[in-house]
């Protein structure tokens, strides 16, 4: 399709994530994407830092995806899912199951990480209620999180970081225990579990579940916290008898150098929430699994789940799950996320000696460069673009979570940029 993009027209009328109608931050024209480049309307080619927020795993316009839709289109684009059902969803949900921890039987799909969110919520809900304890309907959860922007998710964001501010006087009031400062590769802080145990032994009987991102606090600080205190979060649920939601939206599917994050900490959440990589970045499709334990808890004494959208289980969006989840499992993204983590921490450590760095991070496929001050956006994608490449930071966070399948020399170029920027525009 080769007409022309309205910028101005953009401009006017299309709201973009996060921006004013009126002072509308720049946004470049991209007409196709294959591999790891994006292809903008000036023929500018640029190497893709962002895989799309972390879910274009294999590259764009991959052939085995685009065969995978094709061939689903042919048969149907969509059906509904009531009082109907389609080899696509019975397949990804075999395939689900079979790859997440195994007390994880039950799969519920919706339309996007935020709904998958809320239908975890839901479910613990109506878990308690079925179990006669409708006082359980607080969540607890950490500061610095992120979960999505519809309504019961802005709830557990954090109240600062997590983009909602506006709305904390409207929101579902939650707990919070503090972020954990323990990082990946140490054991947990004693204050931290120790402020997690206080929580719940001051609230444990209005708390329905934790909820957490395992191991990658993504969104609200791109941080990584230390296994150990995740293994002890899921020993204190355990303990006082509270679910735990683990939110993979953003570390499944071996970003963070393991299948699923809670393996970092050999535990298994009670629900799990998939999300992002789980099309290959193709199609928006969630995923909430959940034991056997909970789906039996909600069915009892004639119990239904409330829940059922439109798109429910969409054919397409299944297909391409499944032949992206094909893909990872005949591919050696292994070693492929392997060999990022060492080039990223090789290549990023320089930062740590500018001024303008506060710190780096790395794990996994995922890079940051926190620096001291906040990033102008717009600044920060002008310089990255006239660089060549695709990098879009957000407050002090310069980050990366490239395609696994990016080659030496393109992530090279990444960061060489991310240098540059931070010896140069960042440290004005
Ligand atoms: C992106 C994200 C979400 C929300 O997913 P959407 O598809 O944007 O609604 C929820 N949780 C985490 C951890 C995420 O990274």
Redesign the pocket.
Same mark, same amino acid.
């Given at each position: 399709m080769d007409w022309m993009i309205d910028l101005e027209f953009d401009r006017r009328h299309l709201w973009h994530p996060y921006t004013s109608m009126d002072r509308p931050l720049p946004v470049y024209p991209v007409t196709r994407a294959n591999g790891v480049r994006l292809t903008l309307e000036n023929g500018t080619e640029l190497v893709d830092g962002m895989a799309s %927020? %972390?879910s274009v795993i294999h590259g764009y316009n991959h052939p085995r995806l685009n065969a995978a839709v094709t061939s689903q289109l042919g048969n149907m684009a969509h059906v509904m899912f009531g009082g109907l059902t389609h080899a696509p969803a019975v397949e990804l949900a075999r395939k689900l199951v079979a790859l997440t921890p195994a007390p994880l039987q039950k799969v519920f799909l919706s339309d996007?990480?935020? *709904?998958a *969110?809320e239908v975890a919520i839901k479910m613990t809900l109506q878990y308690w209620q079925n179990q006669n304890e409708p006082a359980r309907h607080k969540l607890l959860t950490i500061r610095k999180g992120?979960?999505? =922007?519809t309504f019961a #998710?802005m709830a557990v964001c954090d109240p600062v970081t997590g983009m909602h501010e506006n709305f904390s006087g409207i929101l579902q009031q939650h707990y919070f225990a503090e972020a954990p400062r323990c990082r990946f590769g140490g054991s947990a802080h004693a204050d931290d579990v120790e402020n997690m145990r206080s929580l719940l032994e001051a609230h444990g009987d209005e708390i329905a579940a934790v909820i957490l991102?395992p191991v990658v606090q993504? #969104?609200g600080r791109m941080y990584f916290y230390s296994a150990d205190y995740l293994g002890q979060v899921r020993k204190l649920c355990d303990e006082f008898g509270v679910l735990l939601i683990a =939110?993979e939206?953003?570390t499944g599917f071996g970003r963070s150098g393991k299948l699923f994050a809670c393996e970092h900490a050999g535990i298994s959440p009670d629900i799990l929430?998939l999300?992002?990589a789980l099309t290959g970045g193709y199609m928006?499709l #969630?995923a909430t699994l959940c034991t056997d334990r909970v789906a039996e808890g909600i069915s009892r004494n004639r119990g239904v789940f409330m829940h059922g959208p439109t798109f429910m289980a969409n054919p397409l969006a299944c297909a391409c799950a499944l032949a992206s989840i094909d893909l990872l499992e005949d591919g050696d993204w292994r070693s492929r996320v392997a060999a990022i983590e060492a080039q990223l921490s090789r290549e990023l450590a320089p930062c740590r000696d500018l001024d303008s760095v506060e710190e780096v991070r790395v794990l996994g496929a995922i890079g940051v460069v926190e620096m001291k001050a906040a990033v102008d956006m717009a600044k920060a994608q002008a310089f990255f673009v006239d660089r060549g490449v695709w990098i879009r930071p957000f407050g002090r966070l310069t980050y990366i979570m490239p395609p696994y399948v990016i080659d030496a020399a393109d992530l090279a170029a990444l960061t060489e940029a991310i240098i540059a920027f931070a010896a140069g525009p960042a440290s004005l």
């Open positions: %927020w %972390w996007s990480g935020s *709904v *969110v992120y979960h999505g =922007d #998710a991102e993504g #969104a =939110d939206i953003a929430c999300g992002k928006t #969630a």
